[in-house]
């Protein structure tokens, strides 16, 4: 046997297994990276659901705003509060709102296991949507507080609190010069006995304070969603959504 032989067929056979177990030769994906990305798909997958039915909760309880009582008579004859008539349960805690859902939840589940989905550009596009669900449901919040302290549009005896004469249609929580809440809007809220104030439309006082409080729950959990969204997309941008890695 010629001298190094043997050992010259020992690195052939060895040659393959050092190769194979190269460190240069491994997955680019190190275990942390990869446990990040499988935070992020998860994470996405439960964002998206619960700002989508936060999203249609925020379009209904805006929708009964305009049907005081079930009914559209007080709608056609244009007795619905200004908050309600913007509409912030619709554009802002709903539309901006479902479309990040939207978009969220359909990256989520399709980037479930690994795969060719452009997940960067997705967690991109993710966190975008989701700064403008955050705007969208930030608008919601303020409106709804607004609307909840100014209290409803309805039809009250004026003279019986000296704001005038008869009976009229206005906001009998409000100061009637300078429009800003006067001591029995700051407390109508607590008292349910000055709720009687309003005549009509039947119960509306109620009917305010229970939806445009559902708005202000909502919307104020959209926030935080939409917040960790953005946060979770940043992530995304990084580490990607797939979990086969």
């Given amino acids: 046997m010629p001298p190094g032989q043997g050992s010259s067929e020992g690195w052939m056979l060895l040659a393959p297994r050092g190769i194979t177990s190269s460190p240069f030769l491994s997955s680019s994906s190190s275990p942390s990276s990869c446990r990040v990305a499988m935070c992020v798909g998860k994470c996405s997958r439960i964002v998206g659901p619960c700002l989508l039915a936060l999203g249609m909760l925020s379009v209904a309880a805006n929708i009964l705003l305009l049907f005081p009582g079930g009914t559209s008579k007080y709608l056609v004859e244009g007795h619905i509060s200004k908050q309600a008539k913007v509409m912030p349960g619709v554009w802002g805690g709903g539309i901006t709102v479902l479309l990040a859902a939207t978009h969220i939840t359909a990256v989520g589940w399709q980037c479930a296991g690994c795969s060719d989905c452009g997940t960067r550009r ?5 966190a975008v949507l989701s ?5 969208g449901a930030a608008a919601c919040f303020v409106l709804s507080g607004v609307g909840l302290t100014d209290g409803p549009l309805c039809f009250y005896n004026a003279s019986e609190h000296g704001r005038g004469h008869g009976i009229l249609w206005d906001y009998p929580f409000l100061d009637a010069g300078g429009k800003e809440p006067d001591t029995r809007a700051q407390n109508y809220l607590y008292d349910r006995h000055t709720w009687s ?22 919307s104020a959990t959209e926030m935080v969603l939409a917040s960790l969204q953005i946060l979770n997309g940043c992530l995304g941008c990084l580490c990607g959504f797939c979990e086969g890695k």
């Fill in 197 to 218: 104030t309003c005549l009509e439309p039947e119960g509306i006082v109620a009917w305010n304070v229970v939806l445009f409080s559902l708005l202000l729950l909502v």
């Fill in 122 to 126: 997705n967690a991109f596009i993710s």
């Fill in 131 to 135: 700064k403008l669900a955050l705007l």
